[in-house]
């Protein structure tokens, strides 16, 4: 494998005001890794951002905004020679379209796995230490104690056992939890005691004390934790979600916690976002909602900049196909035209 030839620059895709000293930070950061290459921070109305030149790389998230800006590029003297999408799983790029000079596309797999595991462990503290209920109880000035269940010892699945779940995993084993990871492939990984394939799923659920949904948003997993399959959770357990919405049924374990068929739950993510005013989920005081901020930390541009850095020496400094393939888009259905 040769070098590619190098990009004419590098723009980097603000989709809104309130992101752009954290793409500015990230432009800092890989300046020195490209350099003499240009890179300027874009935005997502391209308010006074000139077009892009012909064989550009472009840095960008999965939102409509970033689209636009892929369809900027004119078909002739190039397209665009690399697209990489700032998000830690592929599933946006199977709606792109065919793109200009068919160029290398990249995400950034395992971003933020470490900041959705700290998630993760805050949830389970938030329940397993019962501080849904003492902030109730402050609220109205009441002092009621009660034992608290300790972690050590209980179970954790996590279903989607990959970078995230590695990094869920090896925390809550920290703190003495049995780590069981479901996955298409059952290949060991970090961090688990054991791995099941998917057609264990039911029967791990059925001795969890928490589970934790970490699966791409497909075809496949599109609504596949419905009312039947929460059914199969212990009475007392969690469950968390943390990938995509539209994988749980939402109102479904709003009912379940209703019902005390779950301790509680937590959610990051969801199948609209905003969460609607009407969502079951806002009127459950044993339902965590957080606003898709799991992976969101001030380490985020750092930790996409070692990301950007490893692709680029991959690509374009020495080649190495297996330093890139972690990162490289393959799809699994043909990208749509037009």
């Known amino acids: 494998m040769t070098p590619l030839p190098r990009p004419s620059e590098l723009l980097l895709l603000s989709p809104r005001t309130d992101t752009d000293e954290a793409f500015q930070e990230l432009a800092q950061r890989l300046w020195p890794v490209v350099a003499p290459l240009p890179v ?3 935005h997502g109305d391209a308010s006074g951002d000139r077009p892009p030149e ?18 900027s590029m004119p078909s002739e003297g190039g397209g665009w020679r690399w697209v990489h999408l700032t998000s830690s799983g592929p599933d946006p790029l199977h709606d792109w379209p065919i793109l200009p000079g068919r160029p290398l596309i990249t995400y950034s797999r395992g971003v933020n796995a470490r900041s959705i595991a700290e998630w ?5 503290l938030h329940f397993r230490r019962d501080f849904d209920r003492y902030l109730l109880q402050a609220a109205e000035r009441r002092w009621e104690r009660q034992w608290a269940k300790e972690l ?11 970078s995230a779940g590695s990094e869920v995993a090896l ?12 996955s298409r492939s059952g ?11 998917d057609d264990e ?19 496949k997993t599109r609504g596949s934790f419905g009312e039947e399959r929460i059914r199969t959770l212990p009475a007392d357990s969690l469950l968390l979600v943390a990938s995509r919405g539209g994988i749980v049924d939402e109102d479904a374990v709003a009912a379940a916690v209703r019902e005390g068929r779950l301790r509680g739950a937590a959610f990051d993510v ?11 989920l806002w009127r459950e005081p044993g339902v965590l909602v957080t606003p898709h901020v799991a992976g969101t930390t001030d380490r985020f541009m750092a930790h996409t900049a070692r990301i950007l850095e490893t692709i680029w020496q991959a690509v374009y400094e020495t080649p190495d196909p297996e330093a890139l393939a972690p990162f490289m888009y393959v799809p699994t259905i043909p990208p749509r035209e037009g």
């Open 187 to 197: 290949r060991e990984l970090p961090g688990f005691d054991r791995i099941r394939t």
């Open 270 to 280: 969801f199948a609209e976002e905003p969460l609607p005013d009407d969502s079951l």
């Open 120 to 124: 993760a462990i805050g949830a389970i």
């Open 40 to 42: 300027r921070v874009i």
């Open 201 to 219: 799923l039911d029967a791990a659920l059925a001795s969890a004390d928490v589970a934790v949904v970490l699966l791409p948003l497909t075809d």
């Open 54 to 71: 012909p064989g550009a790389a472009l840095v960008t998230g999965g939102r409509p905004e970033a689209l636009q800006v892929l369809g």
């Open 171 to 182: 925390l809550a084993r920290a703190l003495g939890m049995e780590t069981v990871g479901i």
């Open 152 to 162: 050590t010892g209980s179970r954790l699945v996590v279903v989607g056992a990959g």
